[in-house]
């Protein structure tokens, strides 16, 4: 009788069983593939619409630190050619300009004139800023750390005679 009962149980049962949990398998693969690359994949497709949405009040704020070169009139013409940025209106534009070389001790007043223009940029409402930058790496740090925590701001770099969206100055999973 027992003996009936395995034969039974590896003839009937045992295959039974391997199709069963083949078939149990593929849900939870397709939930493991969905969360993990999945999530991956929503996410970078999320990053492009938000990086190419230009916003309800998007505004400009072009930073010149370079006092051997004048960009502001280049990123006026340029911005005639990008999608996000020719629709911004001129009295949305607003420029930060340091005719000096920078030294360590001009830190300090440079960054109470950027909060200035900061204060200027929250007051017209912008709730999409694309940021374009000439200068030193330094006051960049400083200009990103006072943005951290303001609207979304979308990244521009002069490159190959045209301005280039190089994305948002903080990512998806920084809002998290």
Known sequence: MIE?????????????AIVVGIIAAIPIFWTWYEVIIGKKRREINIRKIIM?????RPSILVVDFKPDADIFNQVLQARQQEELLKNVPVDRIFHFINDTWLKPDDMFPLVDKLREHLGKIAK?????LFLIY????MPAAIIGAEL???????????????YVNWG????LHDHQ
Do not use: E, W
């Open 4 to 16: 009936s009962i395995n034969n039974f149980i590896l003839i009937f049962l045992n295959p039974i």
């Open 52 to 56: 190419n949405s230009q916003g309800d």
């Open 124 to 128: 017209a409402g912008t709730d999409v």
């Open 134 to 137: 000439a200068g030193p790496v």
């Open 148 to 162: 951290a925590n303001s609207c979304r701001v979308v990244l521009f770099q002069y490159q190959s005679g045209k």
């Open 168 to 171: 948002m100055l903080k990512h």
